[in-house]
């Protein structure tokens, strides 16, 4: 059997799911950007396409026909419309889900191959789509007092003291990558905002929380903070967001992306990292990956990558030097 040079294996993203799970800067874009165009409209109908998205029976879906708007809030990676009978819309994308908007009011249902529910309010259509035959996003509609029950209660790391985001990373006795990626830990992070964190804070995304010092700790509160406040503001300035009293552009499809040319290492697998030129590397695992540069972040490390260890088993490389020889 011939090995294959490690400049002969396929990308990543051609075996990877493609749609990346919206994170708290993709989230706040679509709260926003329906925020300025729902609130204060009623929302007329209210179609469901596929039986799998609606969750909940109780309050009746159709309770929330003919109702007005009062709010548009980010939950986690969750988006809550507030109406005025005291029920909410809790749409969760999860990883394939996505809005699209029209101006145009759609007056006849048009399910076609993605739609799972349109929104039909005075002044438009938000249509939910979900290009995937895996059927994961969500809608609840439930009463305001009950929207506690789906907060997932993670820390917001855009407010938390350092000493606050310390206790619960170490609390949670998990890897970096895993404890970042928790929603019940940290709030709004997922796989392509982790890596980008974890490069910023120069660790190993297999580090355990329990092993870092106080320096380390308060670099990774420091990356978290400052990753996910540039990457939230670069696209509401993207959208034309930023302005207050602007409309803003609706973000369409393919806007929406864990591919981002100007990220550090999410999605880079053997481009040159930007601070030190290395060739990031990539971990595989169920549905993601995970990126980082072994200079900045391993100390030359090459970290265990299932889909090709268990291939290349001891001929596996463990350093930069061995990745090169190959």
Known sequence: ???????DLPDPRAVLLPFPVPELPDITVFAEALRRRVTGQILERVRIF???????????????????????????KRIVLRLNNQTA?????????????SDQQATASKKGKINLAQFVFGNGTLTLTEASQLKRASLHCVRAADLDLHDPKGLDVLSCTPPAFAQTLQGSGRTLKRALTDPRLIDGIGNAY?????????????QRATNLGDDELLRLHAAAKSTLE????????EFGLNDPGSLGRFPGPGDITAFRPDFAVHGKFRKPCPVCGTPVQRIVYAENECNYCPKCQTGGK??????????????????????EAL
Do not use: C, N, Y
């Open 230 to 237: 540039h990457w939230t503001k670069t696209l509401l300035l």
């Open 302 to 323: 090459v970290l265990a990558d299932r889909s090709l260890s268990r291939l290349l088993k001891d001929d596996w490389p463990r350093t930069m030097e061995e990745l």
């Open 89 to 101: 819309l809790v749409i969760h994308l999860m990883i394939a889900g996505r809005f699209r908007w």
């Open 50 to 76: 596929s039986p799998a998205l609606l969750r909940t029976f109780d309050p009746a879906i159709d309770d929330a026909e003919g109702k007005q708007v009062t709010g548009v809030s980010r939950l986690g």
């Open 1 to 7: 059997m011939r090995l294959l040079p490690i400049t």
């Open 194 to 206: 982790s890596d980008e964190i974890l490069h910023a804070a120069r660790l190993s995304p297999t």
